[in-house]
Antibody
Framework: QVQLQESGPGLVKPSETLSLTCTVS????????WTWIRQPPGRGLECIGN???????NYNPSLKSRVTISVDTSKNQFSLKLRSVIAADTAVYYC???????????WGQGSLVTVSS | DIQMTQSPFTLSASVGDRVTITCRAS??????LAWYQQKPGKAPKLLIYKASSLESGVPSRFSGSGSGTEFTLTISSLQPDDFATYYCQQYNSYPWTFGQGTKVEIK
C-alpha cells in the first residue's frame, strides 16, 4: 500500500522560503511522477507542480518563478521549496502520487503551513 | 488556464436521495475530467476519471458523465458516508485545475 507523509515547519515568516518534504513508502519514487497541491483554508485546490521519475518538472505558471520541486531517490522523498512567501501562501500542502499522467492517488494527509511574522 | 465552475456550491439532501453535481469547463476538453471526494480534515480521494470511469473500490452508486464542457457527478442513492465536498479536476491541459467544490450536506 502506497503511503505519503508530508513534513516541515508549520510556520514561515513572510519573504522567507517554505520547505516541505514528502516521504513515500510502499512504492519506489523512481517509478512514478509526484505532485504538490495546496488548499488555502476554506478554499479550493491548486496544483503547484510535479516531478517525473526522470526528474523533469512542470510548475503552475502562477507560481513558477518561486517554486522548485526536487527528488531524492536515496531517501524515497521529494521536496517543495516556495520562495518569498506571503500571507496568501498560507494553506494545507498535500503531496500526491501522479497516476494516469495527471490524476492524484493517493495523497498525503496534508501539512498546514502558516505564513506569519 | 481552463476554468472549472461547479454548481451548486452547497447541496442539502437526505439519505437515499439522488444527487447530481455539475462541472462546466471554460473550454472544450473531451473527457479529461476527474472527480474527488474530500471529507473534513482529510485528503481528497479519487472517485472517477476520464469523466465516467469508476476508480477501483469506489461504490457503484457513484457515476460520471459528460464531455466537452459540461460534466456531471451523480450519486444514485445518497449514503451517510457520502456527506462531503466534491471537486472536479480537468487534465486536458496544464496547469491542471479544480472546480471550487460542492459541499453535500445533510438536509
Amino acid at each position: 500500500q502506497v503511503q505519503l507523509q508530508e513534513s516541515g515547519p508549520g510556520l514561515v515568516k513572510p519573504s522567507e522560503t517554505l520547505s516541505l518534504t514528502c516521504t513515500v513508502s510502499g512504492a519506489s519514487i523512481s517509478i512514478y511522477s509526484w505532485t504538490w497541491i495546496r488548499q488555502p483554508p476554506g478554499r479550493g485546490l491548486e496544483c503547484i507542480g510535479n516531478i517525473s521519475y526522470s526528474g523533469s518538472t512542470n510548475y503552475n505558471p502562477s507560481l513558477k518563478s518561486r517554486v522548485t520541486i526536487s527528488v531524492d531517490t536515496s531517501k524515497n522523498q521529494f521536496s517543495l521549496k516556495l520562495r518569498s512567501v506571503i500571507a496568501a501562501d498560507t494553506a494545507v500542502y498535500y503531496c500526491a502520487r501522479t497516476v494516469r499522467g495527471a490524476l492524484f492517488d493517493p495523497w498525503g494527509q496534508g501539512s498546514l503551513v502558516t505564513v506569519s511574522s | 488556464d481552463i476554468q472549472m465552475t461547479q454548481s451548486p456550491f452547497t447541496l442539502s439532501a437526505s439519505v437515499g436521495d439522488r444527487v447530481t453535481i455539475t462541472c462546466r469547463a471554460s473550454q472544450s476538453m473531451s473527457t479529461w475530467l476527474a472527480w474527488y471526494q474530500q471529507k473534513p480534515g482529510k485528503a481528497p480521494k479519487l472517485l472517477i476519471y476520464k469523466a465516467s470511469s469508476l476508480e477501483s473500490g469506489v461504490p457503484s452508486r457513484f457515476s460520471g458523465s459528460g464531455s466537452g464542457t459540461e460534466f456531471t457527478l451523480t450519486i444514485s442513492s445518497l449514503q451517510p458516508d457520502d456527506f462531503a465536498t466534491y471537486y472536479c479536476q480537468q487534465y486536458n491541459s496544464y496547469p491542471w485545475t479544480f472546480g471550487q467544490g460542492t459541499k453535500v450536506e445533510i438536509k
